[in-house]
Every structure is written in structure tokens, then in C-alpha cells.
């Protein structure tokens, strides 16, 4: 990677079309902790930003939404419940036991799923279902800037509005999103778009061509 400047503020969206995957690894291996940049500098919230891990990234306000999450990131074995709770584990002392907690965790992941889901093991839940309870967790666990990688199918339009209702919510709790994805299509979600390719990014205004898919 070379030539990488930007800045997204909180409660905005960055959209970035990645147009060869060696870029888009070490772009994210950044991210994550994986890598450390040889020059230049990382910040978030003014802070310099140098995770050891994609857990220390989480620690520091930075979360990844990976690709196809319904999979690779939700435990279907498990209730609703169960998989919203894990991700607090860490910052609620005693989570298990706090029944108030739980009650005020169910009111919050109902008025944000739009339906009660509480005590549903996901596997019986439907897709659309299951991308709510997704991006559920993050609103309730509400990082300074959550990375989502491909995050629109491109063939499930229920699914994918139900990503772009639940980004709408992020950027409105003021999460800054930054997409990072080989696919963007046309949404109601503002955000300047760049393109990153052989290790640069350029803006689309810059961009030497304009890629067939998702401009």
C-alpha cells in the first residue's frame, strides 16, 4: 500500500471499491491489527491507532462486519439472546445474572429489529431475520467506526435493504461506516467513494477510468 489519505468522521459513511484482492488484504490487515503501516500514521478519535489484534481493534472502537456475516460471525446453535450477549461479555460484569440488564438488552433489540426475536434460536430464523440481529449487535455494542467488507449481496433486495436500514441506523447513533467492498450499488446512504487498486487509493474523481461495476 502506498499513497493512503483519508479521514472519516464520526457518523458519516467512506465507501471503498476495491478492484484487486492484494489490495483490499493489506487495506483490511491494517485495520484489523495484522499489519503495521513502515511509514505514516493510523488515528482514530485523535488517538494513534496501532492494534496488535482484530480483538484490540475492538477494544479500541474499531469493529469488522466480515463478508457473507450470517455465516462467519453469528452462532446458530444459539438464540438471539445468546449472540447479542456474547458480544458485551467483556464490558458488562455478570452479564448472565443481571436480569435488568437483559430486560433493558430485549426492549433495545426489539425497538432495533423492528420485531421481538429474543428467545429465537437463529437457526430458525429467516435471512432477512438474521441480517437484522447482524448489524443489531453493533448498534447495541456501538463502536466509533464499524468496517463492513461486501456487505450487499447484489442478488437478495430485501436482505440488502435491510443492510442499508440498519447502516442508516449506525451513522444515526454517529458510528462511522467505511465499506469496503468489489460491489457497490446505488443506495439512499451518502459517502464519498474511492477506488484502491495496486496499493493506492484515488477518489473517483481521480480514478484513471471508471470500473464497470458499482460507478
Request: include cysteine; charge should be positive.
Amino acid at each position: 500500500l502506498h499513497d493512503i489519505s483519508f479521514s472519516l468522521p464520526k457518523g458519516k459513511m467512506l465507501k471503498v471499491l476495491y478492484l484487486d484482492d492484494l489490495s483490499r488484504s493489506d487495506f483490511l490487515s491494517l485495520l484489523r491489527g495484522e499489519l503495521s503501516p513502515e511509514s505514516g500514521n493510523i488515528f482514530l478519535g485523535g488517538k494513534p491507532y496501532r492494534p496488535a489484534s482484530i480483538k484490540a481493534a475492538q477494544r479500541l472502537g474499531l469493529c469488522v462486519v466480515e463478508g457473507n456475516p450470517q455465516e462467519k460471525m453469528l452462532l446458530r446453535n444459539m438464540t438471539v439472546y445468546d449472540n447479542l450477549a456474547l458480544l458485551l461479555v467483556g464490558r458488562v460484569h455478570g452479564l448472565w445474572f443481571r436480569r435488568r440488564f437483559r430486560d433493558n438488552l430485549r426492549k433495545t433489540a426489539l425497538e432495533l429489529c423492528g420485531e421481538d426475536l429474543w428467545d429465537i434460536p437463529l437457526h430458525r430464523l429467516t435471512p432477512i431475520q438474521l441480517q437484522k440481529v447482524t448489524y443489531c449487535k453493533w448498534l447495541i455494542f456501538h463502536p466509533s467506526v464499524i468496517v463492513c467488507i461486501n456487505p450487499f449481496t447484489g442478488m437478495d433486495y430485501q436482505v440488502d435493504s435491510v443492510t442499508e436500514r440498519m447502516m442508516a441506523k449506525l451513522l444515526g447513533r454517529g458510528t462511522a461506516v467505511l465499506i469496503v467492498s468489489s460491489y457497490l450499488p446505488e443506495t439512499s446512504l451518502p459517502g464519498q467513494v474511492y477506488c484502491l487498486q495496486d496499493g493506492k487509493l484515488f477518489t473517483k474523481e481521480e480514478y484513471p477510468y471508471q470500473p464497470e461495476a458499482g460507478l
